[in-house]
């Protein structure tokens, strides 16, 4: 069973009941199914990060049947509106939470830490609790590649990148876009434009005018919920790439390839271990070699020899024999950000808080 409901249902639900925190898990009956509430920032449409976890579910739904009822809550805004939906979702008997932005960490533990039979999975963070694991996808593995492709197909030097928030997780996407690039043409830039917004189609459409205006003639879509940025390039006849679902349609000839996402394999395993009294928190960073990122639809203008490079470099990322961040690394101010011959630690790379050489836009402060 599926149940799609949107800010404005939810909202009108809590006020009536007058949630604003848990008021206690009800208590579900053996033969009822198990609630499984998916929250997220942006409306659930027919690509981007909405949809893939929304994917990410259906094999989910084809092994339980009726045996689980899911319940999609989008375009919920990040502060307080999610705090008390997430609470309401719990109270009404979803005993599986899946908190679907960087922001809802501190409400989603919250929920997690006052309802221990509730198992909750939190999208990008951090935290660790015994029934709260995050989750987020090492899409450093496929932008590193796309890098590779990226630095093939320009002819300016000059690449761009239309980001949502300055959040480690998309900060380590460009970098690795970057070092792929550099690995190819060592001199490739690489300009950023942040639209601090999931979800906001005009303000992407004017950044990657923007960077387009600035001869950046191969662009990188990172983290954006609409095709945009993918329909804008395709428009100005300049490759594009995207993260998590697929926007070849948005861009029949110029679309460069996608680094898609399929959260199936873990979300089918918690619960899994969720239905078994299993589960335990902990700390889910995946990617190529776990079959959660892949890159799908490659541009077939991509030189073949540059293809069969890039599939090299895939294999040995999916065996563990290659990392993108294996020094020697510099930061964007010229100091040493990995020595030689040392790899980041997966802690050290969700914690990354600086460019590489070569990203030309500072952080925001």
């Given at each position: 069973m599926l149940i799609n409901l949107t800010r404005r249902t939810l909202m009108?639900?809590?006020?009536?009941?007058?949630?604003?925190?848990?008021?206690?898990?009800?208590?579900?009956?053996?033969?009822?199914?198990?609630?499984?509430?998916?929250?997220?920032?942006?409306?659930?449409?027919?690509?981007?990060?909405?949809?893939?976890?929304?994917?990410?579910?259906?094999?989910?739904?084809?092994?339980?049947?009726?045996?689980?009822?899911?319940?999609?809550?989008?375009?919920?805004?990040?502060?307080?509106?999610?705090?008390?939906?997430?609470?309401?979702?719990?109270?009404?008997?979803?005993?599986?939470?899946?908190?679907g932005s960087f922001g809802y960490q501190n409400g989603a533990l919250q929920v997690a830490r006052r309802n221990p039979d509730v198992t909750v999975l939190h999208a990008s963070g951090f935290q660790v609790a015994p029934n709260f694991s995050p989750f987020a996808a090492q899409y450093s593995q496929g932008t590193y590649l796309m890098g590779m492709a990226a630095a093939a197909l320009s002819k300016t030097g000059k690449l761009g990148s239309v980001s949502a928030f300055a959040i480690p997780e998309l900060i380590t996407s460009i970098n690795a876009f970057t070092l792929g690039a550099q690995a190819v043409k060592p001199d490739v830039e690489v300009s950023v434009v942040w639209v601090n917004s999931w979800f906001d189609p005009a303000k992407e459409q004017e950044a990657a005018k923007a960077l387009l205006a600035q001869k950046c003639d191969v662009i990188f879509s990172n983290a954006q919920d609409t095709p945009s940025v993918i329909s804008a390039c395709e428009e100005a006849g300049v490759p594009a790439f995207n993260l998590n679902s697929s926007m070849k349609k948005y861009a029949p000839k110029t679309y460069l390839g996608c680094v898609a996402t399929d959260w199936s394999p873990f979300f089918k395993a918690s619960v899994d271990a969720h239905l078994a009294g299993s589960f335990k928190g902990a700390n889910a960073f995946l990617g190529v070699g776990d079959k959660v990122v892949e890159v799908v639809d490659w541009n077939p203008g991509i030189p073949a020899d540059m293809m069969a490079k890039i599939k090299e470099v895939e294999a040995k990322i999916a065996n563990g024999s290659f990392s993108p961040f294996t020094g020697p690394i510099a930061k964007a101010d010229g100091s040493e950000g990995v020595p030689a011959g040392k790899t980041m630690t997966q802690a050290e790379i969700v914690a990354m808080d600086w460019h590489v050489k070569g990203v030309t836009t500072p952080l925001p402060k």
């Amino acid at each position: 069973m599926l149940i799609n409901l949107t800010r404005r249902t939810l909202m009108k639900g809590a006020a009536a009941s007058g949630l604003v925190a848990a008021v206690g898990s009800r208590a579900l009956a053996a033969d009822e199914p198990l609630g499984i509430a998916l929250v997220v920032p942006s409306p659930v449409g027919d690509v981007g990060w909405g949809r893939a976890l929304a994917d990410g579910l259906e094999p989910v739904k084809a092994a339980y049947g009726d045996k689980v009822k899911v319940t999609i809550i989008e375009n919920i805004q990040e502060g307080p509106d999610a705090d008390r939906i997430m609470n309401k979702a719990v109270a009404d008997g979803n005993k599986f939470l899946i908190a679907g932005s960087f922001g809802y960490q501190n409400g989603a533990l919250q929920v997690a830490r006052r309802n221990p039979d509730v198992t909750v999975l939190h999208a990008s963070g951090f935290q660790v609790a015994p029934n709260f694991s995050p989750f987020a996808a090492q899409y450093s593995q496929g932008t590193y590649l796309m890098g590779m492709a990226a630095a093939a197909l320009s002819k300016t030097g000059k690449l761009g990148s239309v980001s949502a928030f300055a959040i480690p997780e998309l900060i380590t996407s460009i970098n690795a876009f970057t070092l792929g690039a550099q690995a190819v043409k060592p001199d490739v830039e690489v300009s950023v434009v942040w639209v601090n917004s999931w979800f906001d189609p005009a303000k992407e459409q004017e950044a990657a005018k923007a960077l387009l205006a600035q001869k950046c003639d191969v662009i990188f879509s990172n983290a954006q919920d609409t095709p945009s940025v993918i329909s804008a390039c395709e428009e100005a006849g300049v490759p594009a790439f995207n993260l998590n679902s697929s926007m070849k349609k948005y861009a029949p000839k110029t679309y460069l390839g996608c680094v898609a996402t399929d959260w199936s394999p873990f979300f089918k395993a918690s619960v899994d271990a969720h239905l078994a009294g299993s589960f335990k928190g902990a700390n889910a960073f995946l990617g190529v070699g776990d079959k959660v990122v892949e890159v799908v639809d490659w541009n077939p203008g991509i030189p073949a020899d540059m293809m069969a490079k890039i599939k090299e470099v895939e294999a040995k990322i999916a065996n563990g024999s290659f990392s993108p961040f294996t020094g020697p690394i510099a930061k964007a101010d010229g100091s040493e950000g990995v020595p030689a011959g040392k790899t980041m630690t997966q802690a050290e790379i969700v914690a990354m808080d600086w460019h590489v050489k070569g990203v030309t836009t500072p952080l925001p402060k």
